[in-house]
């Protein structure tokens, strides 16, 4: 049975604690003792002798308590499901209603929707949107694992409260975060592919793009931001940046150095060391004395440190290089 469902993990736990032999001596490893975190509510379970053994059995007086021994388990409680009905109360005067021509109503105020004509919660959508693109679990899986708990809720249904969602409560939010984002002097700039499955006039493993705008190192609230665009035409990176004016990091993507003149593009020491550190490499070891590239290795790493720490006395930001567009 042991050797049907045991796990890899519990395989490599065996073999971790297994001796292993080193040039000098032999050791023992071990895994790491697990650490239980302190953050989280602690039930207490007490348990005692029954109260019908109160007294020694050798002499038959009462014992006494003298010491407890504790042992400490993570309990894991499944996600739960309940509904939440809201009542709202209407009011009115007994004695304008009995004795006066017209009767004041007032009613409790209510809560907005978070879909109006739904029955999904902030809570619920939330935990769906966790599992999709934290967790990587499929709105079908979920479908699964909702009907397992007695509740019939079709991915259909998950996928629109989904987008309506992300429409109605987290498009306003991004909004606000992308007109704080063009406010910054420094602002980084990446993009990399991204592989659609369905996308209309285009076969189905075309390269999209996932475009990605943070703030940089000077500021106190970081803001990162993701755009989706089906291309890595410049005038993407131009429409989003529209009202942004300073200096933007990015690597050599020729697009960034088309952006207007008020978008100063500042180049990636990371990339500049790189070319070096691959010349370096391609030489032979009995040719790389007395060539340009180890010494092009050296100044550009030394280089990084100098030109951030002037930067930031100059120009008051992070982790740019102010030199010549590549």
């Known amino acids: 049975m042991s050797l049907m469902f045991d796990e890899t993990e519990a395989w490599l736990s065996r073999r971790r604690a297994k001796e292993t032999e080193v040039a000098a001596h032999t050791r023992r490893s071990s895994r790491p003792e697990e650490v239980l975190p302190d953050n989280v509510p602690v039930e ?18 009462a014992k006494m308590e003298i010491g ?76 699964q694992e909702w009907n397992r708990a007695g509740v019939q809720l079709s991915r259909q249904t998950m996928s629109n409260w989904v987008l309506r969602v992300a429409e109605d409560w987290l498009k306003p939010v991004y909004e606000e975060l992308h007109r704080r984002l063009l406010q910054r002097q420094v602002l980084h700039a990446d993009e990399t592919t991204l ?10 493993r075309s390269k999209c793009y996932m475009w990605l705008y943070r703030t940089s190192g000077d500021a ?23 009202s942004f004016s300073g200096w933007l990091h990015a690597d050599g993507y020729s697009g960034y150095h088309r952006l207007p003149k008020n978008i100063r593009v500042v180049g990636c020491w990371a990339y500049l060391r790189r070319k070096f550190d691959e010349a370096v490499d391609a030489l032979p070891k009995d040719q790389r004395a007395g060539c340009a590239a180890p010494e092009g290795l050296d100044n550009a790493s030394s280089g990084l440190s100098r030109n951030w720490q002037g930067c930031r006395r100059k120009n008051g930001v992070n982790s740019v290089w102010p030199g010549p567009s590549r």
């Open 68 to 143: 407890r021994d504790v042992r400490r388990t993570l309990v894991m409680i499944p996600a739960q499901v309940m509904i939440r009905e809201n009542i709202y109360f209407t009011y009115a005067c007994p004695k304008c209603k009995e004795e006066g021509t017209e009767t004041p109503i007032r009613k409790a105020e209510r809560l907005p929707a978070l879909t109006p004509g739904s029955y999904a919660s902030a809570e619920a959508v939330a935990h769906i949107m966790v599992q999709k693109f934290v967790m990587y679990a499929p709105l079908y899986r979920q479908e």
């Open 44 to 61: 207490v379970v007490e348990h005692r002798i029954p109260e019908k053994e109160p007294d020694c059995p050798v002499c038959g007086t």
């Open 220 to 242: 106190k609230s970081p803001v990162v931001l993701y755009e989706y665009r089906p291309t890595r035409k410049a005038e993407n990176a131009a429409a989003f940046l529209e």
């Open 195 to 204: 592989q659609v499955l369905k996308l209309e006039g285009r076969a189905a």
